[in-house]
């Protein structure tokens, strides 16, 4: 199982996301023996997971019914476990965009966080591409390293724990593209600079003041002759709101 490229059959080790009815979800990490337990009633992975299709419609022990779907970095951004704050599909979808992602593409992003952005990225820039993702604390990075494996992504990252402000990202001069979603990333305008490539990269700050704090840092390069495009997200809430 990928999060990058579809498989038919749900196997040991595969995460699938059971759906459980209207606006309920969970991940699970499938394992021959284990149990989960549902509203519906429990769910045996070695009988009712493994060997079955994705997409499969599977009854719980309580007579109530999943569905059980392939995993996509969509799904994974609605159920992963929250270490930070993340950012949504919309954002993520933004982003994409203003950055020219593509297949082959060099990125590098900091903060790791929850992983969010990073699957997202990771599925856009494969299978030919590489995402440098940096993330300052520890645990975080060793469960980001962990989890990039089991969702058979592990070859097209590579995670650096430290100091994005003060190490960088760890590469030069080699960059499409640089995602900086972290407290103060007018810090690291300078290593951003010097990953990215001379001619035709991008870079993209989240955040409206920290985006305002690095725009002089951004102008008084000197080096370069950067353009500087701001994006507001307005949230409109009518009679009968649906959440993101």
């Not at 990225?121 to 975080?140: C, D, K, M, S």
Request: proline letters at 6%; charged letters at 15%.
């Amino acid at each position: 199982m990928s999060f990058v490229a579809y498989e038919e059959l749900i196997k040991e080790g595969d995460t699938a996301i059971l759906s459980l009815g209207h606006g309920a979800m969970v991940a699970v990490r499938v394992q021959r023996g284990a149990q989960t337990q549902t509203r519906h009633g429990v769910l045996r992975h070695s009988v009712d997971l493994i060997g079955r299709p994705f997409g499969s419609k599977v009854t719980c022990g309580r007579g109530g019914w999943v569905y059980v779907l392939h995993p996509t970095p969509e799904l994974w951004t609605l159920n992963l476990p929250h270490r930070t704050q993340i950012l949504y599909s919309t954002d993520i979808a933004l982003l994409t965009m203003m950055l020219e992602l593509r297949p082959g593409a060099v990125v590098c992003e900091s903060g790791t966080g929850s992983g969010s952005v990073s699957h997202a990225i990771i599925r856009t820039i494969a299978p030919t591409g590489h995402l440098h993702t940096v993330e300052f604390h520890q645990q975080r990075a060793e469960k980001a390293r962990e989890e990039f494996q089991e969702h058979g992504v592990g070859r097209w990252v590579t995670v650096h724990n430290q100091d994005v402000c003060r190490s960088g990202f760890g590469v030069s001069h080699m960059a499409d593209a640089v995602f900086l979603d972290i407290p103060s990333p007018w810090e690291a305008v300078g290593h951003a600079w010097d990953a990215l490539k001379v001619e035709g990269a991008s870079g993209f700050l989240g955040g409206v003041c920290p985006g305002g704090r690095a725009l002089p840092t951004l102008l008084g390069s000197g080096s370069y002759d950067p353009e500087v495009r701001t994006v507001q997200a307005t949230l409109q809430l009518g009679p009968n709101p649906h959440p993101c």
